[in-house]
């Protein structure tokens, strides 16, 4: 009897070789699937992704002059009468009134249209976790009623502007680093 159960068990193990090939690239294709949606990693970009006014190269620049702005250190000697080469640049590194890095924000930030700038802002709280993208609708409606001619003062004033962008642009499906 035990042969009879081994004989029957080998007989369902041996398929048609177009069967089984048929069988195992189905079983790929489900593996494979399966390993895309493990490397999305929670990412889903929907299928209505909104149209932004910014072009991405404009966000990318502001995401790493950003960078630059957020390593700024309060100012340790402010009248300090050396020479920035004599000191190793360390006051680079610090927060003074007319630092370029907050100029050149900010410049870009007043050369944009109000649409762009109200997409920035709203990229900014979509980033933040004020909402997710199903919400864009109504984020960008209040960015549009709080908009006024201090964009650039609040986007700086704001801790981890820089983060706040790039995991808004990541929920878009859009990298710097490209």
Known sequence: MSEKIRHSAK??????????????SE????????????EVNQTIVPDSVPDLSISTE?????????????????????????????DAMISVLEDHRDDPVVQEIAAVIFAMSEDEQIDLVTLVW??????????????RAEAARAHNKRTASYLLGMPLLANHLEDALSQLGISCDE
């Open 126 to 139: 979509l980033g933040r976790g004020d909402g997710t993208l199903e919400d864009w609708p109504d984020l």
């Open 58 to 86: 404009k966000l990318c620049f502001i995401i790493g002059k950003a960078r630059q702005f957020d390593v700024k250190d309060v100012v340790t000697d402010p009248d300090d009468s050396s020479n920035a080469s004599d």
């Open 11 to 24: 007989d369902k193990h041996q398929v048609s070789p177009i069967f089984a090939d048929k069988e195992r």
């Open 27 to 38: 079983e790929l294709l489900k593996v494979s699937s399966e390993q895309e949606a493990r």
